[in-house]
């Protein structure tokens, strides 16, 4: 029988996977507004450079493919749902695969630092593209819901080729 804190964990870990999955379906779907909701006001969104070990990238010190506040992620989502972003217009279609789910520790600001693996397809223009990589969040519990205050997205790639590019959100 199982005790009252291995219940506790396993409903967190429920509601972690909860929000991966919906994260990854707004993505999916282009409800970009949704998957900004999932997010903090304070969030930040990374993506960092793949000739440097993402726990050693800074991008205080390093270029970063991505280095979003909440500002910036909110005018990213603008223009991805502008018919002027030419690079996403048709868009493509994607698919966020997220697996290997792991909750790393409870941070000292009382968030939750969680661990996944991904692997995305984007197809367009005949073409199909996949980025794969690992997630680092961290996660807090407001009022009662699990939301987004950071997330990096370390690609398991040794370079942008021959993607080129990262148009989409990953």
Known sequence: MASESDLQEMFQYFRIQKLLNEEA?????WRLQDWLSLYTEDASYYVPPTDIAA????????????AD??????ERVTRLEKKTCHAEFPRSKVQHVVSNIVVN?????GRLSVSA????YRSKNGSTDMFMGSYLYE??????????????????????RPQAK????L
């Open 25 to 29: 379906k707004c993505l999916d779907d």
């Open 55 to 66: 726990a050693e990238a800074d991008p205080t010190k390093h270029l970063y493919y991505i």
């Open 69 to 74: 506040n909440r500002g910036r992620m909110e």
């Open 105 to 109: 520790d409870s941070l000292e600001n």
């Open 117 to 120: 693996s991904f692997v995305i």
């Open 139 to 160: 996660l807090a519990d407001i009022e009662g819901q699990l939301r987004i205050c950071k997330k990096a997205c370390s690609l398991a790639l040794d370079g942008l």
């Open 166 to 169: 990262i148009s989409i959100i």
